[in-house]
């Protein structure tokens, strides 16, 4: 069993920034990919970024530019960069984990609980 624990969430104006990490722990040392979902009011849970055990990343489209996921392997940690933030990147962020390669669009092995990023005007 692998735990996921996030943190850095938070209530922030559009423009600003936050990171967000996750903290693995457990049974990982075949884990691959690590990323990081969303789910906002109302919508289904969308995957944002992930990236590998050697460091290759995915963000969605409407990202990019503007988040930067990376890895510190030795601390079993990934963080989510998040900068000019505006109000649709206002949701709950999850952490995720598997095996493979790659994250699947609305599945990982495994879960962390969550955290409440806030985006007001």
């Known amino acids: 069993q692998v735990q996921l624990v996030e943190s850095g969430g938070g209530l922030v104006q559009a423009g600003e920034s936050l990171r967000l990490a996750c903290a693995a722990s457990?049974?990982?040392?075949?884990?691959?990919?690590m990323g990081w979902y969303r789910q906002a009011p109302g919508k289904q849970r969308e995957l944002v970024a992930f990236i590998t055990s050697d460091h290759s990343t995915y963000y969605k489209d409407s990202v990019k530019g503007r988040f930067t996921i990376s890895r510190d392997n030795a601390k079993n940690t990934v963080y989510l960069q998040m900068n000019s933030l505006n109000l649709e990147d206002t949701a709950v962020y999850y952490c995720?984990?598997?095996?493979?390669?790659?994250?699947?669009?609305?599945?990982?092995?495994?879960w962390g609980q969550g955290t409440q990023v806030t985006v007001s005007s």
């Open positions: 995720a984990a598997d095996y493979s390669p790659t994250l699947m669009s609305d599945y990982a092995d495994y």
């Open positions: 457990g049974s990982i040392a075949k884990i691959n990919a």
